[in-house]
């Protein structure tokens, strides 16, 4: 299955904004929906095409509530997430899937009440979809935090150094999206 993340914007809460629309509210319809991480929604679709086009569908809310949509697809990485606009560039075969993965975007992922950093162990982390979907506030959910922009160098993923975190949420992105980061 292919796994979508919406993040919501800082000061906006997401979920109450895609389901207070009736059009949002029907195309998420038929989705178990998830919060993965703090002021996000989560849902999975059956394949990337179906992911990319649930979210040209929610294009109007994205715009407007969204500070980045994510697609986590198996066939491209088990672990690592794909940008939209990479997600879409693979769907329509403008990119290999094994071209994918030099130029990153890394959220540091903190966690309420973890302790120290590092404190939790990775497959746990891989779990977290299954948190409450009604936790509207998300004080107990991770949350996603500052994102760096890096460059994979011969297969290394340089450290997270923007400040101590319990995990990282590594995301592929395209060039065009590493410049304007």
């Known amino acids: 299955m292919t796994r979508v993340c919406l993040v919501g914007d800082d000061g ?3 979920r109450y904004e895609l389901l207070s629309r009736e059009t949002s509210r029907d195309a998420l319809r038929t989705y178990d929906l998830r919060a993965p991480f703090a002021n996000t929604v989560g849902l999975e679709t059956v ?3 179906a992911a990319v086009s649930l979210l040209n569908d929610l294009n109007w809310y994205i ?4 500070d980045a949509a994510l697609v ?4 491209v990485s088990e672990a690592e997430w794909l940008s939209r606009e990479l997600a879409t560039a693979i769907r329509d075969d403008a990119v290999r899937p094994d ?7 890394v959220y540091g992922i903190e966690r309420p009440d973890a302790g120290p950093p590092g404190n939790r162990d990775s497959d746990e982390d891989a779990d977290s979809t299954d948190a409450d979907p009604t936790d509207a ?3 107990d959910l991770p949350r996603l935090v500052e994102p760096m922009y890096l460059t994979r160098t011969d297969g290394e993923i ?5 400040r101590d ?12 999206e590493f410049e304007r980061g």
């Not at 071209?99 to 975007?105: C, D, F, P, Q, Y």
């Open 158 to 162: 340089p450290e997270y150094d923007i």
């Open 47 to 49: 394949s990337l095409g």
């Open 72 to 75: 986590l697809e198996p066939s």
């Open 63 to 66: 715009v407007r509530f969204v």
């Open 165 to 176: 975190v319990a995990d990282t949420l590594v995301v592929r992105i395209t060039e065009r």
């Open 137 to 139: 506030d998300g004080e």
């Open 99 to 105: 071209e994918t993965g030099r130029l990153l975007k």
């Open 12 to 14: 906006v809460q997401l």
